[in-house]
């Protein structure tokens, strides 16, 4: 309750600060330059100069949260990643160096490649036929919202929600997980999924295709509403069938948000940490980028140096794909 009482006076607080900070900055900038009481060349210069500065009373604050959160920590960390363990040691080029030679940051590397080549395919793939399968029949919108309900879980929540999937007991007990249950009603031993090197990577993933499905679901399920229908209408009567319709007719049609879809997701998974920690913590050959950065940054190495070099490699993957990701989006927007 405590902690409820204390997000309830946070939502008011920040809410009554942001009316508050436009309401006064607006009436200090309509008394500095006054349209009114004023000849008419003096009224019209003050309201020509309080049309430029007005929108920047809107816009400073986002600037000033972006520059301290955003902008001052990436320049930070290019700094670090140059300094030693405490951050105060110039080491040149040593922590870059180090990442290439370490076991772990390889491990680190191959596993992230390998979330990248599952996690946007398949999450756009489920996303894309269930959106067409929904459509298509009568309940469709409550199915969406079933499916879409995973967004509104955190990355940790479903973790834990998934632990109890993936859970195991000694042979012989009962079974509380899921996966383990089914296993053991088929006459087979369970196991500790999660522990199991190199599968278990693709059973964390499973995760985040469960909660990023619903994304790509809604997206793309918009932009088959877009498509026209005299283009299927007319595939129909030269008697194509639904497979051709969908992979000839639809695909083509929506390629573009498919792209921004899979790219978005893309970039989620680079920066993925969240369920690595909740659920082996980098272990059993788990490791991935961001949870190496926070161990290295934050918890037993406590080397700000190595911690920072990880996060500019995170940055320097992540920026190439979010460009193309934002070009894409706007051609798409202006329909080209």
């Not at 009481?37 to 920047?56: D, E, S, V």
């Not at 929904?134 to 632990?163: C, E, H, Q, Y």
Request: proline share 3%; aromatic share 14%.
């Amino acid at each position: 309750m405590e902690q409820l009482l204390y997000a309830v006076v946070t939502m008011i607080a920040g809410v009554a600060g942001c009316a508050a900070y436009f309401f006064l900055s607006n009436f200090l900038l309509d008394l500095v330059l006054p349209s009114r009481g004023a000849n008419a060349a003096a009224a019209a210069r003050n309201m020509r100069r309080a049309a430029l500065i007005r929108p920047w009373l809107f816009l400073g604050p986002a600037f000033i949260a972006l520059t301290l959160y955003l902008i001052y920590p990436v320049i930070e960390s290019i700094r670090l990643s140059f300094h030693g363990k405490d951050g105060q040691e110039f080491v040149g080029f040593y922590n870059y160096i180090w990442m290439l030679g370490d076991t772990q940051f390889r491990e680190s590397i191959l596993n992230n490649f390998l979330w990248l080549l599952v996690v946007p395919a398949l999450a756009t793939f489920f996303g894309l036929v269930i959106a067409v399968l929904t459509d298509r029949i009568w309940w469709g919108n409550i199915a969406k919202s079933l499916i879409f309900m995973p967004m509104a879980i955190s990355f940790v929540g479903a973790a834990v929600i998934w632990k109890f999937v993936y859970d195991y007991r000694d042979v012989g007990s009962e079974q509380i997980g899921i996966l383990n249950a089914f296993v053991v009603m088929l006459g087979f031993e369970p196991q500790a999924w999660i522990t199991i090197p190199f599968w278990n990577n693709f059973f964390l993933m499973a995760i985040l295709i469960w909660i990023q499905t619903g994304f790509a679901m809604v997206i793309l399920s918009a932009a088959l509403r877009g498509i026209p229908e005299e283009t299927i209408e007319a595939a129909v009567i030269d008697g194509a069938n639904g497979f051709q319709i969908f992979f000839k007719i639809m695909v083509p049609q929506i390629w573009g948000t498919i792209a921004v879809v899979w790219t978005t997701i893309t970039i989620l998974v680079l920066k993925v940490f969240d369920i690595v920690l909740a659920m082996t913590n980098g272990q059993w050959q788990t490791q991935v980028l961001a949870n190496l950065m926070f161990d290295w940054m934050f918890r037993g190495g406590g080397d700000f140096g190595r911690g920072a070099a990880i996060a500019i490699v995170i940055m320097a993957l992540v920026i190439p794909i979010m460009i193309w990701n934002i070009r894409n989006a706007r051609a798409e927007m202006e329909g080209r």
